[in-house]
């Protein structure tokens, strides 16, 4: 009788093992499941380390790429392919942030029950939230210069343009040697994966948090003589402005006041604004995390903490968190998720996720203010936008050429956009970055 009782319990902590073994097992799959179908070693989907299966189409329906005969068949048009180079990615996988590799289980129509098997293998259509005619612009206006281009919708959090350059032909993919300039950090999505001094776009950061903590700050009466002297160094300005109000510093971007502001708000106010609204985090594009900002505390009225309010010192912002940070201010202060896969079903009539990252009244002054310097007009540089935006110049030390930046949102109605610009070494913000984001919004608005 004992023995039968031991073999017994023998077989029961057996079953025990095997059904914890198993749940284990489920847990995993269902965790893990599609990072192991979408891996290149799944030759159910995998031709020589190439995604076999799937076609990926840009928001209107335009083929991006699509399987082919153990390679991948890109768009017809050269263009089109250079310019959606890092929305789609490439057959080699060099691109990780590319729908080919950051999305290869929706194209594969991986699900828990089946896997990554389909009866035909054909995989599945994903259409992205991109519109490959405001890629080619951003590509053309470019004109080989390194940068970023993004434009979102603000209320859907849909990206609409994402564009990073240098690109290439991934269909005709060159030789591409390191020490080659034309090609430095190719592989990167500069739009996601770089960050960059912003400059004076930083500065509406610096005014979002004066209007909240210093009172009297709309009706302070401020000095520019061109020069503001601090403890430790000097913070300079591209000229003297004399006597100006709050919102007029921040049209004509005046490096004193808004130097004096940071050191009379302090770097603890700064830094937690910078991680309130995600411009020193990592935020999330579909899923895709993006590269992490910084904000370094400068001393107490030191040169250093005055020049980290203006978007110089060590600050860096990474161009799809500035864009998310534009289009909070655009939307009431609520920041919607950035997504790059266009909604079907029932997720087209359900409102886009978002949390609020800012006061609205907050969004709606520094709004305002962003447009006084933008009056709308059939002629000038933006005609026919309502233009709420900042430009900045980002020195980069050395004898580099500053980063040029321009960002902002139009509120024209039916089209409800963010943008972003980036230009690096490449001069003025409003003059460089500002004709770019001209070009693709005017392109956009046409529809």
Same mark, same amino acid.
């Given at each position: 009788?004992?023995?039968?009782? +031991? ?5 029961? !902590?057996?079953?025990?093992? #095997? ?22 070693? /799944? ?10 299966a799937g076609t990926l189409t840009d928001r209107n329906g335009v083929v991006l790429a699509d399987a082919g ?20 990615? @490439? ?32 995989g599945k259509m994903v259409a992205h939230t991109i519109d490959s005619r405001l890629n080619v612009e951003a590509y053309r206006a470019m004109d080989g210069r ?45 739009? #996601? ?19 909240? +903590?210093? /009172? ?71 899923? #895709? ?11 107490? +009225?030191?040169? @250093? ?17 500035? !864009? ?16 790059? #896969? ?21 969004? @709606? ?83």
């Amino acid at each position: 009788m004992k023995k039968v009782k +031991n073999r017994a319990l023998s077989v029961l !902590l057996l079953v025990a093992f #095997i059904i914890a073994g198993m749940g284990f097992y489920i847990v995993r799959y269902t965790i893990y499941g599609g990072q192991w179908a979408s891996a290149a070693f /799944n030759r159910t989907v995998y031709d020589r380390g190439v995604l076999s299966a799937g076609t990926l189409t840009d928001r209107n329906g335009v083929v991006l790429a699509d399987a082919g005969d153990g390679t991948r068949i890109f768009a017809e048009s050269a263009d089109t392919r250079r310019a959606t180079l890092h929305v789609t990615g @490439d057959a080699a996988g060099n691109i990780g942030t590319g729908a080919l590799t950051a999305f290869a289980r929706e194209l594969m129509g991986y699900n828990i029950i089946t896997g990554a098997y389909s009866r035909t293998g054909a995989g599945k259509m994903v259409a992205h939230t991109i519109d490959s005619r405001l890629n080619v612009e951003a590509y053309r206006a470019m004109d080989g210069r390194r940068g970023a281009v993004m434009v979102m919708n603000y209320e859907t959090g849909e990206i609409l343009c994402m564009y990073s350059g240098p690109a290439y032909d991934p269909a005709d993919p060159p030789v591409i040697i390191e020490e080659d300039p034309a090609y430095e950090g190719v592989f990167i999505n500069r739009a #996601i994966s770089a960050s960059y001094t912003p400059g004076s776009t930083f500065k509406l950061l610096t005014a979002a948090a004066a209007i909240e +903590n210093i /009172n009297d700050i709309s009706e302070r009466v401020f000095q520019c003589d061109g020069a503001l002297e601090t403890a430790r160094g000097t913070v300079t300005c591209p000229g003297a402005h004399g006597s100006l109000m709050f919102a007029e510093a921040l049209t004509v971007s005046c490096n004193i006041v808004f130097g004096g502001i940071a050191l009379e708000l302090g770097a603890d106010t700064l830094a937690r604004y910078a991680e309130m609204y995600g411009l020193s985090e990592r935020v999330s594009v579909g899923g #895709i995390m993006t590269a992490k900002g910084n904000f370094d505390k400068g001393e107490p +009225n030191t040169a @250093d903490l005055a020049w980290s309010g203006i978007g110089q010192y060590n600050n860096a912002v990474c161009p799809a968190a500035m !864009l998310r940070f534009a289009g909070a201010i655009a939307n009431g202060g609520r920041a919607v998720d950035m997504s790059l #896969i266009k909604r079907t079903g029932v997720s087209m009539i359900t409102p886009a996720p978002q949390r609020g990252i800012m006061n609205g009244k907050t969004a @709606d002054e520094l709004g305002s203010m962003m447009n006084a310097g933008f009056p709308q007009s059939e002629s000038g540089s933006f005609p026919n936008l309502i233009m709420h935006a900042k430009s900045g110049t980002a020195q980069v030390g050395g004898d580099r050429a500053p980063h040029a930046w321009f960002t902002g949102y139009i509120t024209n109605e039916g089209y409800p956009l963010a943008f972003v610009v980036v230009v690096e070494n490449a001069g003025g913000g409003a003059a460089v970055a500002g004709p770019i984001a001209n070009r693709v919004l005017q392109a956009a608005v046409s529809n």
